[in-house]
């Protein structure tokens, strides 16, 4: 069945520093959503992407889907504690209503 | 305006107990998901719900049963409990199917001894 891959599965930076998570599909994706979870929280939605090479940005945070639209980034500018938590990625499962969800990123910053 | 609501935030089961898992949102969505999340294992889905009274199994369905008793309402029912089923449960709503962003509850922390 589809897959979809998060690496690296934990990053720990020094407050300041930047901070990528990388996401990776077995099947070609028609869209691609990004979730963000603090610790004992929820995941809630930061981002969707649909086109082919889509770049998005929220302040310091910027969200990219690749030419073929099979991979995604997302990359944090100068890192803040606030930053912590899991990041998410997710598509679609090939032309079902179901989402899969990647493994996840777990982000510690050290302050 | 809630959001998703669901209850009860913590539960501790033996091993046989059922128990059911309830999940509300206010946000006159139609799709509704259940969700499982184990340590390093990231979010599988359990079962589903596109509309009011369809349902529809996800990845890891087996032990569970769903009920969607109106537009409102998605539960997901344990039958006999098995330590294996201990997890963090997380009901979403959404808009439509999978081009539309999902709204997560707070979650159930589930024990099963």
């Known amino acids: 069945g589809q897959q979809v891959m998060q690496i690296p599965q934990y990053q720990h930076v020094q407050e300041g520093e930047d901070f990528t998570t990388y996401c990776n599909s077995s099947?070609?994706?028609?869209?691609i959503q990004w979730y963000k979870q603090r610790p004992g929280g929820h995941p809630v939605f930061l981002i969707q992407?649909?086109?082919?090479?889509e770049v998005k940005k929220q302040k310091r945070l910027t969200f990219q889907f690749g030419e073929a639209k099979k991979n995604s980034s997302l990359h944090i500018t100068a890192t803040q504690t606030t930053d912590v938590g899991t990041y998410f990625c997710?598509?679609?499962?090939?032309?079902?209503?179901?989402?899969?969800f990647g493994k996840g990123t777990k982000l510690t910053v050290n302050p | 305006n809630a959001g998703v609501t669901q209850t009860p935030k913590f539960q501790v089961l033996k091993t046989g107990q059922s128990m059911t898992l309830q999940c509300a949102q206010d946000?006159?969505?139609?799709?509704m998901y259940w969700y499982r999340q184990d340590p390093g294992m990231g979010l599988r889905l359990i079962y589903y719900?596109?509309?009011?009274?369809?349902?529809d199994k996800g990845e890891v369905p087996n032990g569970y049963n769903v009920s969607r008793l109106n537009k409102r309402e998605f539960s997901l029912r344990l039958e006999s409990a098995a330590p294996s089923q201990t997890s963090v449960y997380f009901c979403?709503?959404?808009?439509?199917?999978?081009?539309?962003?999902?709204?997560f509850g707070p979650g159930t922390r589930l024990t099963v001894t």
């Open positions: 946000m006159n969505h139609n799709s």
């Open positions: 099947t070609t994706l028609s869209n």
């Open positions: 997710a598509g679609p499962q090939g032309g079902s209503e179901k989402l899969v």
């Open positions: 979403a709503s959404s808009s439509g199917t999978v081009q539309y962003e999902q709204y």
């Open positions: 719900s596109a509309s009011e009274g369809t349902t």
């Open positions: 992407l649909v086109k082919s090479g």
